[in-house]
């Protein structure tokens, strides 16, 4: 008589997250929880990802793995900087990028991950740099006639003092 296995009664949470570029050729994952996630509002993530700033996700490098497309990945060295950013050859999407300080971490765009990473990002690197652009939670009205658009009202300008005033 041999013992019959049981099925555990609850679903344990996934142990790791998936990511993948937009065209789907690159696929990735980190084993969760990643180690921190974090915005960037520094220019050169700004422009690497032609965005007001990019919110990553920092993992330890043994804890991540290109699950495939790895000939479709292309990369831009910074030497100056020692930053490394690694992109989809055919859409372009940034995958990661990795520094010289800091070689034992890989960071990955949030916005790539499919499931929750285990970590909120609630650090804010080169804050100093955020854009007068940028959206910051401001009130958003609804534009009439453009379902799905909402709008910022126009800060208030102070009033200049009338001429002659002293
Ligand atoms: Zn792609």
Redesign the pocket.
């Not at 570029?21 to 690159?26: R, S, Y």
């Not at 989809?88 to 999407?93: I, M, Q, Y």
């Given at each position: 008589m041999t013992a019959k296995t049981t099925k555990p009664k609850t679903l344990s949470p996934p142990k790791t997250a998936k990511a993948q570029?937009?065209?789907?050729?690159?696929t990735m994952e980190i084993d969760v929880p990643a180690r921190w996630a974090f915005h960037d509002h520094g220019a050169a993530a700004r422009v690497a990802h032609g965005a007001a700033y990019a919110t990553y996700v920092g993992s330890w490098r043994k804890r991540f793995r290109i699950l495939g497309?790895e000939s479709?990945i292309a990369h831009f060295e910074n030497e100056a900087a020692g930053i490394t950013r690694h992109f989809?050859?055919?859409?372009?999407?940034p995958l990661y990028y990795e520094t010289t300080r800091s070689p034992h971490m890989v960071n990955i765009p949030r916005a790539l991950f499919t499931s929750r990473t285990g970590r909120e990002p609630r650090y804010h690197l080169r804050y100093a740099e955020m854009q007068d652009w940028t959206y910051t939670g401001e009130t958003l009205s609804p534009l009439k006639g453009f379902p799905g658009v909402l709008f910022e009202r126009p800060k208030k300008k102070k009033r200049a003092l009338p001429e002659g005033m002293f």
């Open positions: 570029c937009l065209c789907g050729a690159v497309g479709c989809c050859a055919t859409c372009g999407t």
